[in-house]
């Protein structure tokens, strides 16, 4: 087995201290969503358990959990994780409309795994991002969508420059998928 060739190893340098804080930021959200999504998985358990599930007051809480837990491990982890991509490949992150970014990402997340807990909505199960029907539920999705916006707004106002190293090339990379974000929102 040969040694990894060091020059091979594409990396993104953080170097402002804002700039590191909002990819840990992104990071932290990625993670917590990760987490939000296990307490889930257990509550899905839970509402199906002989027993348990006769203390579980919300009726139908099998699907709201269920719609939960796709949310926060699909949609939220994802575009978190891709927060952290594109925070970290802009060498001007960690401004103030970053941190609104991550406000708002960050509260329509919060939101989220809330509506559950007091009865809010009807499941809807689909393919892509199943949603609870009730406003609540679409002002989460909605205010979380705001804060990716607001994140792909930051990250395509500054182009990288030069493609001289294997950086630049995982900056453009970064940038380069944040417009395809941005047609879809």
Known sequence: MTALNTSMVMQLSLVAAA??????????LAVASLLGAGVFSLLLVLSRTPGVQDFIP????????????VDLSVLIWFLSMAGVFWTSSNPASGGLLDQ???????LGALIMVACPFFGVGEPLM?????????????????????????????????????FNSGESVLSWASYLAAIPALLSI
């Open 19 to 28: 700039q590191k804080t909002i990819v840990k930021k992104w990071l932290g």
């Open 58 to 69: 919300w009726v139908d809480f099998f699907h709201v959990a269920l719609v939960v837990h």
């Open 100 to 106: 609104w970014a991550w406000n708002f990402a960050a």
């Open 126 to 162: 689909n393919n892509y991002v199943p949603v609870l029907q009730h406003p609540a539920f679409y002002l989460a999705l909605c205010v979380f969508g705001f804060g990716i916006l607001l994140l792909l707004v930051a990250r395509l106002l500054t182009i990288p420059q030069g």
